[in-house]
């Protein structure tokens, strides 16, 4: 089975490390949207368009699922991406907010996603009583895509996203940004050992493996072996190295246009 993911940049590898270590057998393509980095701060339209573009690309790859690895186009373009694929597609938002058991929680996300409330109005979906509270954090995807993970000024940032949740004594975390796995190691310092911590990309894979099974037969039908690929809207040169960094591979990235008029790979 291949399954296409994309992201605006690195955040989806978290993703697509998980799914990985579920489902060792699948292949992948990847798409990061280098060119609009970050999705996080732009329009409601903006991300619409930028998810026609995506989901039309893609429909043009051979995948047999879609994974929606940005939270931001999840937030905002789920129906769209839903309505252009006609392959099953798994998304974060929807894959957690059916897990979660506990009664305070907090979700830090892009503002763009943070905006649109996803979070708060799927948990309320499953379990009406939860609190939940929203903490948009403009300044981790920058800072994360130049890898300045370990610097004060993170740090110093981090605390002051993480002390409004704190105040209002959240038991939970929810990464609602698939870039913010990848600064767990501060964030735990941060927290209080009492919060847990939750990365939606574990139910999204969990939900992508039982699909996976359900259809193990109709897969190994199929007697060819796809490859996996990268793909990068803008900054081909550098992104192997971001791969070698965050999943130890260094893999061939191919440059792709998404504008509808030059849809080229
Ligand atoms: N990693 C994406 C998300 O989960 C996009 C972040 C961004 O580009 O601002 O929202």
Redesign the pocket.
């Given at each position: 089975m291949r399954f296409g993911l994309f992201?605006?940049?690195?955040?989806?590898f978290t993703v697509l490390k998980k799914v990985i270590e579920l489902c060792p057998n699948s292949s992948f393509i990847y798409l990061a949207?280098t060119a609009?980095?970050?999705?996080?701060?732009?329009t409601t339209d903006e991300i619409m368009q930028i998810a026609e573009e995506i989901s039309s690309w893609f429909s043009q790859q051979n995948i047999d699922a879609f994974l929606v690895?940005?939270?931001?186009?999840?937030?905002i373009a789920l129906d769209l991406l839903k309505k252009n694929l006609d392959v099953p597609v798994f998304d974060?938002i929807g894959s957690v907010a059916s897990t979660i058991q506990e009664s305070r929680v907090g979700v830090i996300?892009?503002p763009?996603?943070v905006r649109t409330k996803a979070y708060t109005n799927a948990i309320l979906k499953y379990k009406p009583k939860t609190f939940v509270i929203e903490q948009p954090c403009?300044e981790?995807?920058?800072m994360i895509?130049i890898n300045n993970i370990n610097s004060e000024d993170l740090a110093n940032v981090a605390i002051g996203y993480l002390q409004p949740l704190l105040s209002q004594k959240i038991d939970t975390l929810i990464l609602?940004?698939?870039?913010?796995p990848l600064i767990t190691p501060l964030l735990t310092k941060i927290l209080p050992p009492s919060v847990k911590l939750i990365d939606p990309a574990k139910a999204l894979s969990l939900k992508l493996k039982l699909f996976m099974d359900s259809k193990m037969s109709d897969f190994s039908k199929k007697k060819f072996l796809v490859e996996s690929k990268f793909y990068v809207t803008s900054d081909q040169k550098h992104f192997p190295l971001k791969a070698k960094h965050w999943l130890n591979v260094f893999p061939e990235v191919n440059l792709v246009s998404l504008h509808k008029q030059g849809c080229v790979s």
């Open positions: 992201d605006s940049g690195v955040g989806g949207d609009r980095l970050p999705y996080g701060l732009k690895a940005c939270n931001t186009t999840n937030a974060l996300a892009t763009s996603t403009p981790f995807v920058p895509e609602g940004c698939s870039h913010y």
